[in-house]
């Protein structure tokens, strides 16, 4: 099939089956051409030439179109062009080398899968084309317009990790990227909507850059605090209060660890206890531990003489995130409770270990050989330790198989040991998803302090009334956490205090920032398939997209640019 029957018609066709070729010879038909510079139609023929175009394959077969095109003698005697060749803007691009469908097929290959993932697929298809072709034809589409949103989401990413940072825009009504920005400042944001107006909700981050852009460039929209950031910095703040009360954590571990489990036919057993920690493990962290006070007691002291947080930082040799986060905890918050229950080989394999030591089987070597046909890759020591545990559980002296007398069933703990940041989720997490094991390790933990219980039901009550967006309910509850014991608390009412309309909105309005977090980890797919090396113009043309105007979009395809190395 022709490009475009009605101005070509088809004069000849050979097939090479040696090369797998077919060439098609083709003529233009139109009886007048209009000047490209004056559009007057021409009538005189003065010549003609003939062009040579790569067009879509035809099953195993490279189609090469000869095309006969004609010159004109322009009868407007005021145009600067006396002779023009005819232009056939539904077939090529003027010096073009292939068709305008052959080049919107390879523009759609390269904003789908970027440069050498779209010739391996090209390869299937018998398109013949290298990557720097693609990144051409991507360099040369328009940059996207799009209308200016009524409904903006504002959110940062990452051109290079830890280095340089970015701005995604995303319209929030028709969930769509707009732009990306190169910078993720203030000035950057205020400038794009300055240039766009017509915003009237903005959705961000707690990012401070983002409220002033938003306030600088559209004063009257409403900005909205997401939900999912003010519930993750309350987080933060629960777990510094979990953090300064450690002994109220070990108190619930240790009620945990001596309580018997229940079994569906009313017996108990007995959970596995923790895996010991070796001492030099414990002679290491102690020495860890009794650094890491000196440094905050230094800190401390270099704050009550009136160092700045740069100049903690640089004396201390720390980053100033960690003067940061010890200037904020007035008290030393002790070790840091790490949990015994971690990543392990044998994890998948502990329901059947227990089910054979219940049942009787308590050599570690038989159980070590059962585990090996069903996949366990681990070593022997492993599972000989496990099996330690489990013979201190049962008050079984090492070595002895104990065949001869009652012993309590051995399993694992209902709970895992909290340690403050899972102290903080179970306290976060919703009522309904709670397990009967996990409200009771909740209530054992609301009893050992007035302080802990305050900062468990503040933060409950917060968390209630984002989730179920309860503006009312704002103000009373920021009474409540600015008179609280518990500074990080405070602190936290303080942030909300200073961003309280963007709170206020987040509370009451439908829209939050989720859908620009799920545009991010698009653009994120994208970055690493193009190797992370794409530089904003090639990024921002796959992530934002172009326009599908069919000829039209392709036709601006072969304005002739430099070509670019990158490997995408």
């Known amino acids: 099939m022709l490009p475009d029957a009605t101005t070509l018609c088809l004069a000849a066709c050979h097939i090479d089956h040696t090369a797998a070729q077919i060439i098609v010879s083709v003529r233009a038909t139109p009886a007048t051409a209009p000047c490209p510079l004056c559009t007057t ?10 062009r040579t175009l790569a067009d879509l394959p035809w099953a195993a077969y490279h189609v090469r179109l000869q095309l006969h095109v004609r010159k004109w003698f322009c009868g407007n005697r005021q145009c600067r062009r006396r002779i ?18 052959l080049a919107q097929r390879l523009v759609d290959l390269g904003v789908a899968l970027g440069g050498k993932a779209g010739v391996r697929l090209g390869q299937r298809w018998d398109l013949v084309v290298s990557r720097n072709t693609l990144l051409r034809l991507l360099r040369r589409l328009p940059v996207p317009s799009y209308a200016t949103p009524t409904v903006l989401g504002v959110d940062d990413f990452a051109l290079r990790k830890r280095q340089t940072s970015g701005t995604v825009l995303i319209d929030q009504e028709r969930h769509h ?10 000035d950057t944001v205020a400038q794009w909507l300055r240039e766009h107006p017509g915003v009237e909700v903005i959705t961000r981050d707690r990012s401070q850059a983002y409220a002033e852009g938003a306030r600088q460039g559209a004063p009257a929209a409403t900005q909205v605090a997401d939900r999912f950031h003010l519930l993750q910095n309350l987080a933060e703040a629960l777990t510094q209060v979990f953090t300064t009360h450690g002994p109220a954590l070990d108190a619930v571990n240790a009620a945990v660890r001596q309580q018997p489990v229940p079994l569906p036919d009313g017996t108990s057993a007995v959970p596995v206890p923790p895996p010991p920690t070796p001492p030099p493990e414990q002679a290491r962290a102690a020495q860890r531990a009794a650094r890491r006070q000196a440094i905050y007691d230094e800190v401390w002291t270099l704050h009550r003489q009136g160092w700045t947080v740069p100049a903690i930082a640089a004396q201390v040799g720390r980053g100033r995130r960690t003067i940061e986060r010890y200037l904020r905890t007035p008290t030393w918050p002790g070790r840091q409770h790490r949990s015994h229950y971690g990543r392990s080989l044998l994890n998948p394999s502990k329901d059947y270990l227990l089910e054979r030591w219940n049942a009787g089987c308590r050599t570690a070597m038989q159980l070590f050989r059962e585990l090996q046909p069903q996949g366990y890759t681990g070593s022997y020591r492993r599972v000989a330790a496990y099996a330690s545990r489990l013979r201190q559980a049962q008050g079984l002296a090492p070595r002895r198989q104990g065949r001869r007398q009652t012993l309590p069933v051995v399993v694992e703990p209902s709970s895992q040991p909290l340690t403050p940041r899972r102290a903080t989720w179970l306290v976060l997490r919703r009522e309904a998803k709670r397990t009967e094991a996990e409200t009771q390790q909740l209530a054992q933990l609301r009893a050992q302090q007035t302080e802990v219980a305050e900062a468990i039901d503040l933060a409950q009550d917060f968390a209630q009334l984002v989730r179920q967006r309860q503006p009312a309910e704002l103000d009373p509850w920021l009474k409540r956490a600015t008179t609280s014991t518990q500074e990080a608390l405070q602190r936290f009412a303080k942030g909300l205090h200073d961003d309280y309309a963007a709170v206020k909105a987040g509370v009451t309005l439908p829209w939050s920032n989720g859908p620009v977090e799920g545009h991010i980890n698009r653009l994120k797919m994208l970055k690493r398939q193009m190797f992370g090396r794409a530089r904003l113009d090639l990024l921002s043309r796959r992530f934002v997209g172009a326009p599908r105007d069919g000829p039209a979009q392709a ?5 002739p640019t430099q070509a670019h190395p990158e490997a995408a």
Not at 179 to 185: D, I, M, N, V
């Open 41 to 50: 139609p021409a009538h005189r023929i003065h010549s003609s030439y003939e």
């Open 84 to 101: 023009f060749t005819e232009r056939l803007p539904t077939v090529a691009a003027p010096w073009a080398r292939r068709t305008l469908r």
């Open 177 to 186: 990227p707009v732009a990306l920005l190169p910078e993720r400042t203030a």
């Open 555 to 559: 036709a601006c395809l072969h304005t």
